[in-house]
């Protein structure tokens, strides 16, 4: 079965630090993503990828770097986190099939900045 | 961007009976409609998904799409207490390009 691991679960982090968020997959999938979930605004998609060495930016990338050094792995940077960032964060891997893709999410990491 | 919407935002029905939830959608050419099953402190799980006009069955689940009308419904037929969670209408639009969107859900709890 689709296995996609996040860490940590729970995140606190101080204004102005630098937050990182890992996701692992081990289900050889080629695209990745990272969405924050938040009340009000649904799963809104941040940084994705297409496969090792690739990131491109999502619908909201601001104050969001990402990273995809292996096939398994993507991270997703806060270089200088603010309060806005606190969110619910899921990583999820992608399989395409005849005419779709199937996500296939983590558990999310819970981040509070304060 | 694609918008994607759904309705009711909240649902509360009776255990056995059937829940309807709606989704609509900006681009008339998306790809694809899925839709996921989200319990509290979990993350999203595909349930059902479709690519052509008309309904698809599934168990329980059937989905009815009509690209005229930019609109997707999901119904649960018999719905059960462990039914209760947040569902997600997510699109993808074509061309090779996965990437979905999601709208921000229905939240439904069926009562015993």
């Known amino acids: 079965e689709a296995a996609v691991t996040q860490s940590p679960r729970n995140k606190v982090a101080v204004t102005g630090g630098k937050v990182t968020l890992s996701c692992n997959q081990t289900n050889n999938h080629n695209n990745m993503y990272w969405y924050r979930q938040d009340t009000g605004h649904g799963l809104r998609l941040i940084h994705y990828s297409y496969g090792a060495g690739s990131t491109e930016k999502g619908d909201i990338p601001d104050g969001y770097k990402a990273s995809r050094p292996s096939q398994e792995n993507f991270s997703l940077i806060l270089e200088l986190a603010t309060p806005s960032q606190t969110s619910v964060y899921f990583c999820?891997?992608?399989?395409?099939?005849?005419?779709?893709?199937?996500?296939?999410f983590g558990s999310g990491t819970r981040l509070t900045v304060l | 961007q694609e918008k994607v919407q759904q309705s009711p935002e909240s649902l509360i029905v009776p255990e056995g009976a059937m829940s309807s939830l709606n989704c609509t959608f900006s681009?008339?050419?998306?790809?694809s409609i899925w839709w996921y099953q989200q319990h509290p402190g979990k993350g999203p799980e595909a349930l059902i998904s479709i690519f052509s006009n008309g309904n698809k069955k599934e168990g329980r689940l059937t989905v009815y799409l009509n690209r005229a009308s930019l609109h997707v419904s999901l119904h649960i037929r018999d719905s059960q207490p462990s039914d209760s969670a947040v569902y997600l209408c997510?699109?993808?639009?074509?061309?090779?390009?996965?990437?979905?969107?999601f709208g921000k859900g229905t939240s439904l709890v069926v009562h015993p």
């Open positions: 997510a699109v993808s639009p074509g061309g090779g390009n996965y990437k979905p969107t």
């Open positions: 999820a891997s992608g399989v395409t099939g005849a005419s779709a893709e199937t996500l296939y």
């Open positions: 681009n008339s050419a998306s790809q």
